[in-house]
Nanobody
Framework: VQLQASGGGLVEPGGSLRLSCAARGSIGEIHTMGWYRQAPGKQRELVARIRNDGDRWYSGTMGRRFTISRDNAQNTVFLQMNSLQPEDTAVYYC?????????WGQGAQVTVSS
């Protein structure tokens, strides 16, 4: 399974970004996809996950500003991020859980700064 993330960039505080992650390869084994992020000097943390059946889970209060969605036909997962703040600055990684294995994308840099 290969994951290709896109949509990162520089945005001002209060702005929005939408990340996309397309899965290729043995996608039939994938049951859950999600997004993690890693800020400078910090550990990677879970942002949100979504199962094949559409069930979603968000870390802490992220669900108030972030929305994870999935297009199963396109094997793509999205993360809509609104009201971004400087503390959201991080590399965002796409993740897919398959049969006994986790897959990772290359990461998308999100920088929130004025």
């Amino acid at each position: 399974v290969q994951l290709q993330a896109s949509g990162g960039g520089l945005v001002e505080p209060g702005g929005s970004l939408r990340l996309s992650c397309a899965a290729r390869g043995s996608i039939g084994e994938i049951h859950t996809m999600g997004w993690y992020r890693q800020a400078p000097g910090k550990q990677r943390e879970l942002v949100a996950r979504i199962r094949n059946d559409g069930d979603r889970w968000y870390s802490g209060t992220m669900g108030r500003r972030f929305t994870i969605s999935r297009d199963n036909a396109q094997n793509t997962v999205f993360l809509q991020m609104n009201s971004l703040q400087p503390e959201d600055t991080a590399v965002y990684y796409c993740n897919a859980d398959g049969t006994g294995q986790a897959y990772w994308g290359q990461g998308a840099q999100v920088t929130v700064s004025s």
